[in-house]
T-cell receptor
Framework: AQTIHQWPVAEIKAVGSPLSLGCTIK??????LYWYWQATGGTLQQLFY??????VESVVQLNLSASRPKDDQFILSTEKLLLSHSGFYLC?????????????FGPGTRLTVL | DAKTTQPDSMESTEGETVHLPCSHA???????IYWYRQVPLQGPEYVTH???QNTTNSMAFLAIASDRKSSTLILPHVSLRDAAVYHC??????????????FGEGTKLTVSS
């Protein structure tokens, strides 16, 4: 069975500090990977997607970057956090060659920027 | 992607069958109708999807109007676990890995005991 793990579960960071959030998918080869963000009380927005190692496409510009260093790993980062980065970050995957819109979401990381 | 319209909220009681409507008057012929649900502080969960024919799975029944301008997600015998925000989303077929799910406000379903 496929499992998706996100770390950390929650984070409290200062404005201007760096950030790195991680996501790992086990049990699925070469998945498509996605990062989503949801502001408190807001709607879910897709930030990035990746269909293969080393390739990441940006969907929404939020002064964040993403990388896919391994087939099963997706990283979201920034060198300087803004207050507006607070929210709920979700990683998702869909099977390669399958139904790309049937996406499976991880448990999420709650980020508070002070 | 075409726009969908859903009621802001609906209320139900355990054991009832709930009908969640979604209007998509400008849907294109190659757009699928997807339903996801989300509870607070968790990621969305895929519920079902369809193109033209009604579909059913262990979670729900999706009824699609013959003109495809509306659909209804039917949840039989709801329990407290079914309380969530339900999102109706349209997706163009075969967009590959770039499939972007556009979540709106959805319908907040409240289930009381």
């Amino acid at each position: 069975a496929q499992t998706i793990h996100q770390w950390p579960v929650a984070e409290i960071k200062a404005v201007g500090s760096p950030l790195s959030l991680g996501c790992t998918i086990k049990g699925k080869s070469s998945p498509n990977l996605y990062w989503y963000w949801q502001a408190t009380g807001g709607t879910l927005q897709q930030l990035f997607y990746s269909i293969t190692v080393g390739q990441v496409e940006s969907v929404v510009q939020l002064n964040l970057s993403a990388s896919r260093p391994k087939d099963d790993q997706f990283i979201l980062s920034t060198e300087k956090l803004l207050l507006s980065h607070s929210g709920f970050y979700l990683c998702a995957w869909s099977p390669r060659g399958g139904n790309y819109a049937e996406q499976f979401f991880g448990p999420g990381t709650r980020l508070t920027v002070l | 992607d075409a726009k969908t319209t859903q009621p802001d909220s609906m209320e139900s009681t355990e054991g009832e069958t709930v009908h969640l409507p979604c209007s998509h008057a400008t849907i294109s012929g190659n757009e699928y109708i997807y339903w996801y649900r989300q509870v607070p502080l968790q990621g969305p969960e895929y519920v079902t999807h369809g193109l033209q024919q009604n579909t059913t799975n262990s979670m729900a029944f999706l009824a699609i109007a013959s003109d495809r301008k509306s659909s209804t997600l039917i949840l039989p015998h709801v329990s407290l676990r079914d309380a969530a925000v339900y999102h109706c989303i349209l997706r163009v077929a075969n967009q590959g890995g770039s499939a972007k799910l556009i979540f709106g406000e959805g319908t907040k379903l409240t289930v009381s005991s």
